[in-house]
């Protein structure tokens, strides 16, 4: 028997039909009880979440004049943290730029003055 589609299925063309029938039985299978596993596990998480938002929502509001400005301290706190780590590492890139761009102008100084070029002269920056 000649294959008309050889490309149709990932099936070897010789492998029988009941064959390819529980591969696929298997598949579903498998794929059903891994995302009924997966549906089960994200409603369980879902109905924590809100069981332990009501629960909290009182705390929540009373402690809320304390809670606010602490929060706001606390961001603020790591903001400025962030920045002057921010600024810190730019000094340091910028100061070892310097140091290489430093190091570069005078090897080749010292290079013309090796050849006899007294006159040594930088074009740009």
């Known amino acids: 028997m000649i ?3 050889p490309f149709a299925s990932s ?5 029988s039909v009941a064959s390819r029938d529980r ?3 298997a598949k579903v299978l498998t794929t059903g009880a891994i995302g ?3 549906l089960v596990l994200a ?4 109905t924590g979440t809100v069981m332990t938002l009501i629960l909290a ?3 929540i509001v009373l402690f809320s004049p304390v809670l606010v400005p602490a929060g706001i301290v606390l961001f603020l706190a790591a903001s400025g943290l962030d920045f002057s780590g ?3 590492m730019v000094a340091i890139m910028a100061l070892s730029w310097l140091i290489k761009y430093a190091s570069d102008y005078l090897a080749a100084k010292k290079r013309a003055d090796a050849y006899g070029g007294s006159n040594f002269m930088q074009i740009g920056l």
């Open 23 to 25: 591969t696929s039985t």
């Open 57 to 59: 929502s009182p705390v």
């Open 86 to 88: 921010g600024c810190g």
């Open 36 to 38: 009924a596993t997966f």
């Open 3 to 5: 294959n008309i589609r």
């Open 11 to 15: 099936q070897k063309p010789n492998e």
């Open 43 to 46: 409603g369980l998480t879902l």
